[in-house]
């Protein structure tokens, strides 16, 4: 309980959208299974997700890394 206190809003998280979190889960089950960095991006962009998606995921670093 807050009493006689105003409230602000804090910082933004910067929320996943689902089509992200979703691509991200999707990347982490193909590495899973033996796939390599440039066949879980062709993978995913056959899945129907987008290069920007794709792009967004590589640069979180999702992908494992290259040999």
Request: contains cysteine; positive net charge.
């Amino acid at each position: 309980m807050i009493r006689a206190a105003n409230l602000r809003p804090g910082r933004d998280t910067g929320g996943f959208r689902a089509n992200e979190h979703e691509a991200s889960w999707c990347a982490y089950r193909l590495e899973q299974q033996g796939l390599t960095r440039k066949e879980i991006e062709e993978k995913l962009i056959k899945e129907g997700y987008g290069r920007q998606d794709v792009a967004w995921l590589r640069k979180l670093g999702v992908f494992p890394p290259t040999l």
